[in-house]
């Protein structure tokens, strides 16, 4: 037996206890790299379903490190750690993407996004 489950646009992952995902941010979570469309947060000992879109498109995020410039054409690496891009080369982290616009006084950025099969790491 076999169907089509989704688009394959999003997955539904389990976000483990004692954890939050913000509304509108990014994550790494059950090995999926995703955009989360609302926040979620579980408490000890309990897990709740988190869906995370993995398409690959054009993205604005302003979970970045400051401290970096982000400009056009800058590769974006996921930073696990701190969870949040990095155009650092990171230990254990995954290339994320490209900066397509630079980061701005609000420090956000615009990037296009690559899907699960271009990602490397874990």
Known sequence: MGRRVSDGR???VTLP??????????AL?????????EGV?????????????????EYES????????YNVGDLLYWDPANNRF???T?????KAGRVTSGKDANNVIWFVF??????RGD
Not at 90 to 94: D, K, N, V
């Open 10 to 12: 999003a997955v539904r």
């Open 17 to 26: 206890a004692s954890s939050t995902v913000p509304q509108y941010t990014f």
């Open 29 to 37: 979570v059950q090995g999926f790299l995703g955009w989360a469309g």
């Open 41 to 57: 947060t579980t408490g000890v000992g309990q897990t709740l379903p988190l869906i995370l879109t993995i398409e690959s498109a």
């Open 62 to 69: 302003s979970t970045i490190d400051t401290a970096q410039a």
């Open 86 to 88: 990095s155009t650092a």
């Open 90 to 94: 990171i230990a254990g982290g995954r």
């Open 114 to 119: 690559l899907g699960p099969s271009a990602q």
